[in-house]
Structures are given as C-alpha cells and as structure tokens.
C-alpha cells in the first residue's frame, strides 16, 4: 500500500459512505458510528441540509484564495459565525484549513500583539500535529517522541478537574511556583486550555479554576486562547463548552463540526487583537475555502435553533446516564465513571483492582465492531471511550448502540 504506516489506524475496514449516525463499509455491512470522525459529525454523516449548500455552491465557484480575490462565501461564512459566537461583544476573525492551524495562527497573534513569547498549557492537553501546536501537548507519546527541540517556551500545569482529581488550589498552587521558580510572568504571551479536554478523555475543566485563570490574565496582560475544536458546534449541548464555565476568550480556536465534514478552521479573537496585525501575516491559498464555507453557514443555521440543540442534548445524555447507571447496577466493574459534560461523555474502563483497564478497552473496540458499533479510545492510558455520535442520532439507533456496547462491556467483564 502507498499510504505511510506513521497513520495509526483505530478501525482496520474502509467505509463507503454513511447517513446520520450510520456507514457502511465497502462490503456493505453497516455501523452505528460512536466516532464520527473524531468529533467532526456533530450533525451527523451527509446531513441534507449541509449537503444542499455543498452541491449549490460547487455548481458556481468551487475554490479562490481569498488573499488574492475575496469571495462571497467566505465573508457570509465569517459574518455568520461572528454572530454565532454568545460572546459579549463580537468576535472577528480568519479561517484556516484546520484545528492544527488555527492554533498555529493565535500563537502568532499572541506574540505579536503582547511582544512576548511564553505559553502555557496543560497536562493531557492536545492542540495538534504541527511542530509549534506539538509542545502545547500534555504529554509525550506518541507525538513527541524522537522529534527533538520544540518550538516555545511552553509551560504546563496541571488540569483541574472532577474527571482528573486535581482540585483547584492545586492548580492555583502549580502556576503560583511556575512563575515563582520557572519564568517571569511578565515572559507570558498566552495561555492554551480546552474547556473540556478531548484526547485526554472528555476531562471537564474546573469552573472556579476556569474563572480565576480568567481574573488571572486580565490581571496580567495574558491572552486566553480557548481550544473549541473538538468541544465546539453543540457536542457540550451548547453552542460552545466556554458557556459552561463561565467565562469568554480572547482568541477561539475552531474546527471539525464546524463544516459538517468539509475541511475548515478558524481562529476568533477580540477585534483589537484581531486588527493592527502586519499586512500579510495571516492568510492561507485554501483557508476559507467556498465550499467549505457554504457547509459551514447550513451548519450555523441548524445550530442557531437552541431549543432543538437542547432537545437533541437533552435526549443523547439522558440515555447514556441511563445505561452507564444500568451497567453499573448490574455489577460491571470495569465500567467506572462518566467523564466530561453533557452530549460530551467518555465512560472510564477498569481492571479489576481499579486500575486502567487498557486491555479492556481494547477488547471492547474490537468485539464492538464485529458487532457493528465504531468507538473511539481516548486518555492518558487510552481506556476512556469517547462517546461521538451525531447528536443528531436517533434515539432507536442511540439505544441500539448503547446495548451492543454493554454486551461488549459484559463480556470483558468476564
């Protein structure tokens, strides 16, 4: 095969196509799909509205690179995701191709507007693939390894939260010695946290912690850069996971559902951070891309209806707190707790003695899909599921995919 073994494949089978929370691989058989391409289907495969848009505006202009001509689509794209945005003011902003490069891109606007260099992140964060979005990282493998000297500083701490046992003082405690042994706060551009951590395992962040970071940047000429692309676009069942901390940031960085599938990112920020940037220093031939940005506005538009985002919340938590109570009813002991918020769930595996079960997750992935139910691993020691289904999915299909897994569960439980 001409495809390079650094691709690390969760599922060995090739898919055709899928509708809503259902694929089908070319062999025909069909899954129920719990990954939907890591957070990137909120609205599920093919959703008719998105795929109107698509068709439309690839019949009058499929790409232009709006450095060198703007296009229509890209501002009514940005015009609507301004106004989507539940921000005291409104955002503005750039699109990039993706998640990687949109975090690229605030890092530059960071430094350039602070004149500093020093970033913050924390532990079990994942901002990236690229060299500069690798040291945000919280941890080493597999995306360090072997690389060598990263772009920074980059400082991390530790992540507070329920999820994580980290309290708030101690997270408090970590950044007070930071800038005590570490760096001057002074040195510090920005900092880098996801509201609910996606690769880690859906760890929800601490509110009060989450409110005194933003105190704490005001404070001190801080930029608070909020990682949305994977908690963004309904998957908290809000339009954004900031909505439930409390706070607002000062660079937004997007991606995955915000298109419905079509590549495309951006970064938002407070329009003084925004403006008065070098002419030229963002920009990008297919960031914004027409298509692209047709998707993203039918996407905004069946998102804006908030009553049925709370509906569709509403009926995907209720019934996996259902099954997760069920199944520990029932005495599955390597069922341990719900991780993140909302439409946002990871449910933790254990061995027997309490520890993580990576093995179990392992059998469970496999036996799942033979059963037909794609799951996505995530956390520290890969043994958290990360729930992704569409939370547009039907709540026969939910519960049809909610009993293959505690079959699955059952029998490694054995």
Known sequence: MSITSALSIVHPITLSHGLNAKAWDENGKSYIDFVGGIGVLNLGHCNPKIVTA???????????????????????????????????KPMMGMFTNCGAEATENALKIARLQTKRTGVIAFDGGFHGRTLAALNLNGKVAPYKQGIGPLPGPVYHLPFPSKD????????????????????????????????????????????????????????????LVLDEIQSGFGRTGKRFGFEHLGIEPDLLLLAKSIAG????GAVMGKEHLMNNLPKGSLGGTYSGNPIACAAAVATMEIMSDDQQLAKWNSQYTQMIEKYHAKWQAEGLTCVGPLTGVDAMRGITLLNKDGSAGTEVLAKVLASARERGLLLMPSGKSRNIIRLLAPITIEPEVLEEGLNILGECLAEANQ
């Open 54 to 88: 698509i068709t439309e505006q690839a019949q009058k202009l499929t790409h232009y690179a709006y450095n060198a001509v703007p296009h229509g689509q890209y501002q009514k794209a940005m015009d609507a995701l301004a106004k989507f945005i539940p921000t005291e």
């Open 164 to 223: 994580t046992g980290v309290t708030s003082a101690e997270a408090k405690a970590a950044l007070t010695r930071l800038l005590s042994v570490e760096v001057d706060v002074q040195n510090i551009a920005c900092i880098f946290l996801e509201p609910i951590q996606g690769e880690a395992g859906f760890q929800f962040m601490d509110k009060e912690f989450a409110q005194y970071l933003r105190e704490f940047c005001d404070q001190n000429g801080i930029l």
């Open 261 to 264: 599938g079509l590549p495309l």
